[in-house]
C-alpha cells in the first residue's frame, strides 16, 4: 500500500480532523491579506487616489479569483477519491489535467485583458485618478494570473491529500514575499501604484514556483506505481477530461449563482440609505471572516470524504462527515457566540462612524444567526465536492438561489433591512436543504459504486 493510501486509510478522527483543518484555517486567513498588504503599503506611502486604485483593483481581482475557485474544488475531489482508491497515478494526472485547464484558462484571460479591464472599469464609478490608477495596477497585476490559477489546483491537490500544513507554508511565503517587495517597489523605489501590482504578481508567481516543487517532490516519493511520472495516456483520456471539465463547469454555476445572491444583497440594501449600506458591509465582514473558520473543516471533509467514496468505504464516509460536522457546529456556536457577545466592540473596531454603528448593531443579531447556521451549508459544501457530486451542487444551487430572490424581493418590500436579513439568513439554511435533499442517494453510492465523473 502507498503512503498517500495508508495516509488516507487512517480513521478520520477528531484529532486528525483538526490537524488537517487548523492550517487551512491559518492559510485562509493568510489568502485575503494579499490585498490587505497592497492597501497597507499603498496607504502609508502614496496618495488618496492611489489608496482608491488598489481598493478598486483589488476589489476587482478578488472577484475575479473567486469565480475560478472551481479548479481548486474540482482538483480535490478528485484528487482525494484517487488517495482513497491507492490511485498514485491518477493523483499525478488530475493535476496535470487541471493545471493546463488553469493555464488554458489564464492565456485566454491575458489574451482579452484589454476589453476586459474596459469592461470592468466601466462597470464602477470612480474618479479619474481613481480610474486610471486601477486600470494601471490590472494591466501589471493579469499577469500573475497562470501562477494564480495553478495555485488553486496546487492547493486542491494539497488539501484532497490532506497535506494542508504544506499549503499553509506556502501562504505564509506568498504573503511574506508580498510585503518585502511591496515595500520595495512602493516604498524605496517609489513606483507606486504599478510597484504594489508588480509586487504582488512576482510573489505569485514565486509562490506557484514553491507550491509546484513541494508538490512534485510529495507526489514522487509516495508514487507507488510503474508508469511514468506524467502518465500521458491518463492525462489525455477523453472520458476523464470531459469530467472535469463537467465537474468545473458544475461548481463554476453554482459559484456564479452564490456571487449573485450576495451581490443582490448588498445592492438591495444600497436602497435603504447609505447607513444600511455601511452597516450591513460591516456585518458582511463577520460573516466572511467566520467563513475562514468554517471552511477548515469543509476542506477536511473534502479530503476524508472523497478518500472513502473512493475506497468505497461507508463506515469511513459516516466517520467523516459525521465527525468533521461535530467540529464545524462547534465552532460556528462559538463564533456566534462571540459576534452576539462582542459584536459592538467588534463593529466598532470597524467603524468609528455613530449612525452606523447603530444600525449595525441593530441588525447584529442577524448576522450571529446566519453563522450559526451557515455550518451544514458549508460541511453538505465540503461532502459534495469531495465526491465530486457537482450536478447535484449546482442543482442544488439553483434551487436555493430561486429560494432566496423569491424570499428575499417579498420580504424586502414588506420589512426592510429587516426582511433582507432574515432573508439572508434563509438563504444559508436552503442551501443546506437543497444538498440534504441528494445527499441519501449520494451516500447510497458509496458502496460497489462508479467513481462519479
Do not use: K
Not at 490532506?162 to 510585503?179: A, H, K, P
Not at 517532490?217 to 476523464?240: C, G, K, V
Not at 477530461?241 to 449563482?257: E, H, Q
Request: aromatic content about 12%; overall charge positive.
Amino acid at each position: 500500500m502507498s503512503a498517500q493510501a495508508a495516509n488516507a486509510g487512517a480513521v478520520p478522527s477528531y484529532g486528525r480532523l483538526f490537524a488537517i483543518a487548523w492550517p487551512i484555517v491559518l492559510a485562509n486567513i493568510a489568502a485575503p491579506l494579499l490585498g490587505l498588504i497592497d492597501t497597507a503599503v499603498i496607504g502609508n506611502l502614496g496618495q488618496v487616489a492611489d489608496l482608491g486604485a488598489i481598493a478598486l483593483g483589488s476589489l476587482i481581482f478578488s472577484l475575479i479569483y473567486w469565480g475560478f475557485g472551481f479548479l481548486r474544488m474540482g482538483t480535490t475531489g478528485f484528487t482525494a477519491q484517487a488517495v482513497g482508491a491507492d490511485d498514485s497515478a491518477e493523483v499525478r494526472a488530475c493535476l496535470a489535467r487541471n493545471l493546463v485547464l488553469g493555464l488554458l484558462l489564464a492565456m485566454i484571460v491575458l489574451a482579452l485583458q484589454w476589453p476586459l479591464i474596459r469592461i470592468v472599469m466601466s462597470i464602477f464609478e470612480a474618479s479619474g485618478p481613481v480610474e486610471s490608477g486601477a486600470a494601471a495596477y490590472l494591466q501589471i497585476r493579469i499577469w500573475g494570473m497562470p501562477a494564480a490559477l495553478g495555485l488553486f489546483v496546487i492547493c486542491g491537490s494539497l488539501i484532497g491529500q490532506g497535506l494542508s500544513r504544506t499549503l499553509m507554508l506556502i501562504q505564509l511565503v506568498m504573503n511574506g514575499l508580498n510585503i518585502l517587495l511591496d515595500l520595495l517597489f512602493a516604498g524605496v523605489l517609489h513606483w507606486g501604484v504599478e510597484g504594489v501590482a508588480l509586487g504582488t504578481a512576482i510573489s505569485e508567481w514565486l509562490a506557484f514556483g514553491l507550491g509546484g516543487w513541494l508538490l512534485v517532490r510529495r507526489l514522487r516519493a509516495s508514487q507507488a506505481d510503474a508508469e511514468a511520472f506524467w502518465p500521458w495516456a491518463r492525462i489525455r483520456q477523453t472520458a476523464a477530461l470531459a469530467g472535469a471539465l463537467r465537474a468545473n463547469r458544475d461548481i463554476m454555476i453554482r459559484t456564479l449563482l452564490m456571487l449573485v445572491c450576495f451581490a443582490w444583497f448588498t445592492n438591495a440594501g444600497a436602497r435603504f440609505g447609505d447607513q444600511v449600506l455601511a452597516a450591513n458591509h460591516v456585518l458582511l465582514q463577520f460573516v466572511t471572516f467566520s467563513a475562514y473558520f468554517l471552511d477548515g473543516f469543509a476542506f477536511a471533509a473534502e479530503s476524508q470524504v472523497g478518500a472513502a467514496y473512493g475506497g468505497r468505504d461507508r463506515q469511513r464516509f459516516d466517520l467523516a462527515v459525521r465527525r468533521s460536522t461535530v467540529w464545524a457546529l462547534g465552532t460556528a456556536v462559538a463564533l456566534a457566540s462571540v459576534l452576539w457577545l462582542c459584536g459592538d466592540a467588534l463593529i466598532a473596531g470597524l467603524t468609528d462612524l455613530a449612525p452606523v454603528r447603530s444600525v449595525a448593531g441593530t441588525y447584529l443579531p442577524w448576522a450571529a444567526a446566519y453563522v450559526a447556521l451557515s455550518f451544514a451549508a458549508f460541511q453538505l459544501d465540503g461532502v459534495f465536492i469531495g465526491v465530486t457530486a457537482t450536478p447535484q451542487m449546482r442543482n442544488a444551487s439553483v434551487l436555493s438561489a430561486t429560494g432566496f430572490l423569491a424570499v428575499a424581493i417579498w420580504w424586502s418590500r414588506a420589512a426592510g433591512n429587516t426582511g433582507l436579513w432574515a432573508a439572508f439568513v434563509c438563504y444559508v439554511v436552503f442551501r443546506a436543504a437543497a444538498l440534504l435533499l441528494y445527499y441519501p442517494g449520494l451516500r447510497a453510492r458509496v458502496v460497489g459504486s462508479e467513481r462519479m465523473g
